[in-house]
């Protein structure tokens, strides 16, 4: 088998969606607008019940004895209502849908940007890809702790600057920051799951590789990462620690409590219910996002055969192109 010959690594994309036209942009930032809001309505309540776990012991919130996922979501019901599941479902929407176009979007124009024309992306590429649009978007001054009362998101706003200052923004950025090796292992693992279950073609990937590439990738990257979580999530919360010292050094000292108080255990507090409600997140939300890309992709060929317009003559050649060499 000569060098030319040779199959490529990475899934092979239509060439409209390499070359990333104007159309493939726009449908790139609404399909991650829309995974964001499905993700967002759907698994709310398992969101507030992960934050709750995360800070339970905390000076900073009422004290709670939650056992876990199950007995949690039970006494938040007889205790507060239904409502209770999607308190903060306002911060949630505005913070986490255009989080999603912005971080989708992003990866992908980065993705273009660092392979070379007319190659596959690598491993290398979604990496740094990865990393490039997880640092757009850490910065992130619309999410709010579940467990505190704001009646809207520029009441939370408001609230924050007053009693924090500006800063109070931006507490857990350094965690958030660090946290980007997540993203780091998540998508490269993602990419190379995804086109070795479709046999790197992109008319072959189907809904089931989605779901198994996204949820192995986001639990090997949370294995490594959760202690992140767990720290940024203390900083943002608890105001004794946050009123001593940098982020940095107030990193280090919830270090040593926790694991003073719970042992290395405590680092991992909540874990098994994050997966619980992140893994099924990743699958609903990345495999709404390559379904609508698909679907937006596939009718807009459909649509310019039917009316014989001739859109991109130089792309149009190089989809032909790549339908003739395949066998």
Not at 39 to 59: F, I, M, Y
Not at 96 to 125: C, D, L, M, Q
Not at 195 to 224: N, P, Q, T
Not at 255 to 282: E, H, Q, S, W
Request: with cysteine; net charge positive; glycine share 8%.
């Amino acid at each position: 088998m000569t060098a030319a010959s040779k199959p490529r690594p990475g899934l092979d994309v239509p060439a409209r969606e390499a070359n990333g036209d104007a159309f493939t942009q726009l449908t790139q930032f609404g399909a991650g607008a829309l995974a964001g809001l499905v993700n967002t309505l759907v698994l709310s309540p398992l969101d507030v019940v992960k934050t709750r776990l995360q800070v339970q012991g905390s000076a900073a919130v009422p004290p709670t004895n939650y056992r876990g996922l199950f007995h949690a979501l039970r006494c938040m019901l007889r205790q507060e209502g239904l409502s209770s599941y999607y308190r903060g479902l306002s911060a949630s929407l505005s913070a986490f849908v255009p989080n999603w176009a912005i971080y989708w979007y992003s990866y992908e124009t980065f993705k273009r940007t660092y392979t070379p024309r007319g190659a596959r992306s690598t491993p290398f590429v979604h990496v740094f890809a990865a990393l490039s649009a997880g640092a757009i978007t850490a910065v992130d001054m619309t999410s709010a702790p579940a467990h505190r009362r704001y009646r809207s998101v520029p009441h939370g706003l408001r609230k924050i600057i007053a009693e924090e200052g500006v800063s109070g923004l931006y507490k857990g950025l350094t965690p958030t920051l660090l946290g980007l090796g997540h993203v780091a292992i998540q998508f490269p693992l993602y990419e190379h799951l995804k086109s070795s279950l479709s046999g790197g073609k992109y008319e072959d990937l189907k809904a089931a590789h989605v779901l198994i590439a996204s949820s192995l990738s986001k639990i090997a990257a949370s294995a490594v990462f959760y202690p992140h979580e767990v720290l940024r999530t203390q900083i943002q919360v608890d105001r004794t620690v946050a009123a001593t010292g940098t982020e940095p050094a107030r990193m280090a000292s919830l270090i040593r409590d926790i694991i003073r108080k719970d042992g290395a255990k405590g680092l991992y507090r909540g874990f098994a219910t994050n997966l619980m409600r992140t893994v099924p997140a990743c699958m609903l939300t990345f495999t709404s996002y390559e379904l609508v890309k698909r679907y937006a992709h596939k009718h807009a060929m459909k649509g310019r055969e039917n009316l014989d317009i001739d859109l991109d003559p130089a792309i149009d050649l190089e989809d032909s192109l790549a339908k003739k060499r395949k066998p």
